[in-house]
């Protein structure tokens, strides 16, 4: 079965600490992964994707991602977290055999303390 | 506008009734979905729409149902409201169907059904 995990409900971290947020996936064929953020009261925004190419994807607001096939991770980072990155952070990957329909991880809240 | 609107921003219905959320793009996007976000459950499809005319089933659709008329609407009605169907509802749309291409998101509309 085609799915995605996001094994942390909620990940805390120092104002200037690195950020991980990690994202594993099981989608047949080559996977085409997102990573989307919402902030409190609003919608999703859009971060960054994997479709080929390069395994580091950089995105919005200095995220970026690391593609791991051997692994079957997407895992999103920041080298130092910002209080206002503060969210929610939904894993995406695209399945095939829906449509080719995202498929929403759980989310992972990020707590970023001054 | 710029982008998704939707209409209303929130609203408390009794069970039994009907109601429509509103959903409008003016990015002249062909593919549009609806989503429904639950605690700890992230966001999952309800319906979506690769292009005007046409609708399909998402992952919950059941007591939902859309419709296409035009490049720049897709309506969510809900034709006899359970409890159940208490959530923040999600329009999206996107300039492709093949998964490539991130979605924008509307603000969301928080529905309770009491």
């Known amino acids: 079965a085609q799915s995605v995990a996001q094994p942390e409900d909620q990940v805390n971290v120092a104002e200037g600490n690195p950020l991980t947020v990690k994202c594993t996936y099981s989608?047949?064929?080559?996977?085409?992964l997102f990573w989307y953020v919402q902030y409190p009261n609003r919608g999703l925004q859009f971060l960054l994707k994997?479709?080929?190419?390069?395994?580091l994807v950089k995105g919005s607001y200095g995220f970026e991602a690391e593609f791991n096939k051997s692994q079957t991770s997407f895992h999103l980072k920041k080298p130092s977290a910002l209080v206002s990155d503060s969210a929610l952070y939904f894993c995406a990957p695209r399945i095939k055999a829906a449509g080719n329909k995202l498929t929403f991880g759980g989310g992972t809240r990020v707590l970023v303390k001054p | 506008i710029a982008g998704i609107t939707q209409a209303p921003t929130s609203q408390i219905l009794a069970a039994g009734r009907r109601m429509t959320l509103r959903c409008t793009q003016d990015?002249?996007?062909?593919?549009m979905y609806w989503y429904r976000q639950d605690l700890g459950l992230g966001l999952r499809l309800i319906h979506y729409s690769n292009t005007a005319g046409t609708t399909g089933k998402g992952e919950v659709p059941d007591g939902y149902s859309v419709s296409r008329a035009n490049t720049d609407d897709f309506p969510l009605t809900l034709a006899s409201a359970v409890p159940s169907q208490t959530s923040v509802y999600f329009c999206?749309?996107?300039?492709?169907?093949?998964?490539?291409?991130?979605?924008?998101f509307g603000p969301g509309t928080r529905l309770t059904v009491l």
């Open positions: 994997y479709i080929t190419g390069d395994n």
């Open positions: 990015m002249r996007h062909n593919a």
């Open positions: 989608v047949s064929g080559n996977p085409y």
């Open positions: 999206a749309s996107s300039g492709e169907t093949g998964g490539y291409n991130e979605q924008f």
